[in-house]
């Protein structure tokens, strides 16, 4: 056809698998042998959320995660992002037990920017020289997000920006208060 003239084009589309899993092993000169597991169901409600679990093991870190991201919640431009996370460390100096939980809801504002806000809490309990302690951390999470480039996976021009603050609030041996503050940016 010539330019400008319009071509019939067909498509054909096959659903694929809903579920991925995967391995690995590694060694590390500082945490040992160790590897890990992964499983993922992309359809996992039947409306495309997407579920995954992960677990890690290694001589001196153990983990289990799991994770949710659930497409157009209670609106179609929102998301919402849950993460559950038990983690066991055991290095020379100490052991740590942790249990993590966070959900936040994203939203794009406008053709580049989107925001997520959202909430976590963390407990951990620490055995070391000093003895057993207990931490207990309340969080908010808030993050900014701009972005644009030409492409989403292979971007050639533009640019990324992010911005995240995450206050605490928590109780071991009197209140702790901070904030994390994290930016990234790619040109």
Do not use: C
């Not at 052991?95 to 997520?116: F, K, M, N, Q, V």
Request: glycine share 10%.
């Amino acid at each position: 056809p010539a330019a400008g003239d319009n071509a019939p084009v067909r498509v054909m589309v096959r659903e694929g698998p809903h579920r991925s899993y995967g391995a690995g092993a590694a060694y590390s000169t500082s945490e040992g042998f160790g590897g890990n597991v992964f499983w993922q169901h992309r359809n996992f409600f039947h409306r495309g959320e997407r579920f995954g679990v992960a677990a890690t093991a290694a001589e001196q870190e153990q983990s289990i995660a799991a994770s949710l991201d659930v497409n157009a919640f209670r609106r179609r431009d929102q998301r919402l992002l849950a993460d559950v996370k038990l983690t066991r460390e055991d290095p020379d100096a100490f052991t740590r037990y942790a249990a993590e939980a966070a959900a936040g809801i994203e939203r794009p504002l406008s053709d580049h920017w989107t925001a997520l806000v959202g909430g976590a809490v963390e407990y951990t309990n620490v055995r070391d020289a000093d003895g057993r302690r207990n931490f207990y951390l309340l969080g908010g999470r808030g993050a900014l997000r701009w972005d644009n480039t030409d492409s989403l996976l292979d971007p050639r021009r533009g640019q990324r920006l992010f911005i995240s603050a995450r206050p605490y609030v928590g109780q071991q041996s009197g209140t702790l208060q901070f904030t994390v503050l994290e930016t990234t940016a790619s040109i």
